[in-house]
Every structure is written in structure tokens, then in C-alpha cells.
């Protein structure tokens, strides 16, 4: 048994600790080697701290460089800050990875598997905007900037052909829309294949314009592998692929940077639900499973992965969202009980 790793654990808002806590009994029923360091944030940080992202968290993050994290409700208003963008910035976590993977029965699709890896920090989400006056009306026309810098389109791609390789996975598809724009996406397809080359004979390689990428995901998803894209078009596309895969219930995803990885689901804080006992907790904790991964844990990780799917698959208890009527906590003793 390996020495146990320090991880940082935000349980954050609304169904976040219910769910983080049901992640924490999986991960330690599995032997998971892993001390947690509890920090709030969010609402509940700024209900006890008047901070919703305390330095103590970013400290704990810098020492641990790993964090599960629940959801964060941001406050509303002037003053704070949004918390998911100051984490991203703080730890240049440049790649935002989201696997979809089909476990429901009963779904369009059975057999999607399909590893998104979006890049986090550039493109049109640099927040170069700007309205440009025409006669008297200030905000007759509005500019954003889309940004891509080779190096930034160089890590991102390395990062998938990276993982690939590591997750014995075959093909990684840079969908972009380089036709149309020639300079920035033109970039990344460009240097995406440059670092293809690297990988020629391991990791096969092709690309797809947006569109078509967007039409062939929802007729023949079985088709795809690995996908690496921009910021906006990794944004909408991780949707799509986990609505083909039963929801964001179901969906876990990794924010990675050179030194820190934060590990999460990719829902909110279910205010509607919160405090009845009732959310699904199978995104955090495959969100648990990727931190094992990026822990070099992938036998534990697998095997956790194997209970949760058969579980879900057997559909005899588990949550509401997903057609059951088990709690939280029945759902994450049924999910033990298989390990
Ligand atoms: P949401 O994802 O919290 O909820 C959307 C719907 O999905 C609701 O009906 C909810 O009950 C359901 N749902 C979500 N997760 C579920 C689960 N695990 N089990 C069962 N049902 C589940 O999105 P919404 O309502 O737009 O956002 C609520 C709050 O969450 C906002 O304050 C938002 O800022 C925050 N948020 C935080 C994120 C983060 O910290 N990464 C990401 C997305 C939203």
C-alpha cells in the first residue's frame, strides 16, 4: 500500500457536501490512499468567512496541488469574484478533461465512450471584449477577441495525445473551424498535427471541422475516441456528449494544469434539492476516480468505476434523477457493497 497522499476537499454548496462526503466513504471502502484537508468556500465561506475563496483554500491547494471539489454557488453581485475562473487562473489549469461514457440502459446510444479534452484558458474566453460607437449609440457593435497562442495549442494537444497513450486509447480528432477562421483556428489545427506527428504509429490522428463533428456525435458517437478542442466548441461539445451518456448527473470533470489537478462534477449546486438527502452522487464520484487516475491509481480507479456502472446497470437502487428512488446514502452503501 502506497504512502497516503495529503488531497485538498471542498465540499462546497448545496448538495455538495452530501454528495463529497458519500465520494469520501467510496474512496476510503476502496483503500484509497488519500488524507483529506477539509476547506470551505463558496456560500459557506462566505457566510463564515465573508470570502467565498479564502486564501487558506488556495493555500491548501498549493501545498496538496490535488482537489475534489463539490459544486460552488458564486454569489451574485459586485465584489466577489467568480470562483471556478480565480482557480483556473491561479493554477493555469489549461485543460479541462470530460469523459463520456455510456453505463445507463434504455439510452439512445449504448456504446459511447468518448474522452473530451477542451482547452481551458484561451479562446474566446479570454475576456477581450469591447462595444465600439457608431453615431449616438455607445453599443452599436460589440468585438470579442479570441485568442490562440501555439504554445497554448501545443500543451493542450500534447496533453491528448498524452492521455491517449497512457489510457491505451487509439485515435485523438482535433475538431476545429479553420476553414473559416484561418488565423486562430487555423492555429490549433496546424499545430495540433505537428504534435501528431510525434505520436505517428501510437496515437492515430484526424481531424473535423465543428459542425460536422456536432452532426456525426449525435448519428454515429461510437466513431470518436479522444477529442481535442478549442475553448467555446469544448464547452458546448462536452454537453453534447454527456447528454449522449444520460446527463450531467453522470458526468465527472478534471481541471489540469502543469503542477495542479481540481477533480469535480460538472453540475451546479442543485438548490431545488439540497438538504434531501436525494442527489445522484456518481459524477463526484467519478470525479474521485479521475483524481486516482491522475494519482497513478488506475487499478483502484477501475475498480470503483466497475461497481459504480454495475450498479447503475442493475437500476434496482439508485437515485431519482436517474428513474430510482434510493437516498444518497442507499445508493452509496449499494455502490460499496459491489466493490
Ligand atoms: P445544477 O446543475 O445545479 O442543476 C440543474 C438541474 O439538475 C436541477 O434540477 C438539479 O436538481 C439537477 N441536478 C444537478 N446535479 C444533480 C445531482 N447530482 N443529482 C440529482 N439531480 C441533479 O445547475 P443550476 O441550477 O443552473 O445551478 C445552481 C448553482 O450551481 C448556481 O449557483 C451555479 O452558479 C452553480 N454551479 C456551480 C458549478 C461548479 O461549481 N462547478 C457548475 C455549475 C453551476
Known amino acids: 500500500m502506497p504512502a497516503p497522499r495529503e488531497v485538498t476537499l471542498i465540499p462546497g454548496d448545496g448538495i455538495g457536501p452530501s454528495i463529497t462526503d458519500a465520494t469520501v466513504r467510496l474512496l476510503a471502502a476502496a483503500g484509497a490512499p488519500i488524507t483529506w484537508d477539509r476547506q470551505i468556500a463558496g456560500m459557506t465561506a462566505v457566510k463564515e468567512l465573508g470570502d467565498p475563496l479564502p486564501e487558506a483554500v488556495l493555500d491548501s491547494v498549493r501545498r496538496t496541488k490535488l482537489a475534489l471539489k463539490g459544486p460552488l454557488e458564486t454569489p ?16 493555469d489549469l489549461y485543460a479541462n478533461l470530460r469523459p463520456a461514457k455510456t453505463v445507463l440502459p434504455g439510452l439512445r446510444f449504448d ?15 479570454v475576456g477581450i471584449e469591447n462595444y465600439v460607437k457608431v453615431g449616438d449609440d455607445p453599443h452599436a457593435v460589440a468585438q470579442s ?6 504554445v497554448g495549442a501545443e500543451r493542450i494537444a500534447r ?9 491505451g486509447r487509439k485515435k485523438v480528432t482535433i475538431v476545429h473551424k479553420a476553414n473559416i477562421l484561418k488565423y486562430s483556428q487555423g492555429l490549433f489545427l496546424e499545430t495540433g498535427r505537428a504534435v501528431a506527428k510525434e505520436y505517428e504509429g501510437r496515437v492515430a490522428c484526424d481531424d473535423k471541422i465543428v459542425d460536422a463533428c456536432a452532426m456525426e456525435l449525435v448519428m454515429r458517437p461510437e466513431r470518436f475516441d479522444v477529442i481535442v478542442t478549442t475553448n467555446l466548441f469544448g464547452d458546448i461539445l462536452s454537453d453534447l456528449t454527456s447528454g ?16 495542479v489537478g481540481i477533480f469535480e ?3 451546479g449546486t442543485a438548490p431545488d434539492i ?13 470525479a474521485g476516480c479521475q483524481l486516482l487516475d491522475h494519482m497513478g491509481e488506475q487499478v483502484r480507479a477501475n475498480r470503483i468505476r466497475a461497481a459504480i456502472e454495475a450498479t447503475l446497470r442493475e437500476r434496482k437502487t439508485v437515485t431519482g434523477d436517474v428513474g430510482g428512488t434510493a437516498t444518497t446514502e442507499e445508493y452509496t452503501n449499494a455502490v460499496i457493497a459491489r466493490l
Do not use: C
Not at 449522449?244 to 465527472?252: A, E, K, Y
Not at 438538504?275 to 452522487?281: D, F, Q, R
Open 76 to 91: 451574485v453581485g459586485k465584489g466577489f469574484r467568480s470562483i471556478n475562473v480565480a482557480l483556473r487562473k491561479e493554477f
Open 111 to 125: 456504446n459511447v465512450d468518448v474522452v473530451l479534452v477542451r482547452e481551458n484558458t484561451e479562446g474566446l474566453y
Open 145 to 150: 477577441v479570441a485568442v490562440v497562442s501555439r
Open 159 to 167: 496533453y491528448a495525445f498524452e492521455y491517449a497513450l497512457k489510457h
Open 244 to 259: 449522449l451518456v444520460g446527463g450531467l448527473g453522470l458526468t465527472p470533470g478534471a481541471n489540469i494544469g502543469y503542477e
Open 265 to 267: 462534477a460538472v453540475h
Open 274 to 286: 439540497a438538504g434531501k438527502g436525494i442527489a445522484n452522487p456518481t459524477a463526484v464520484m467519478l
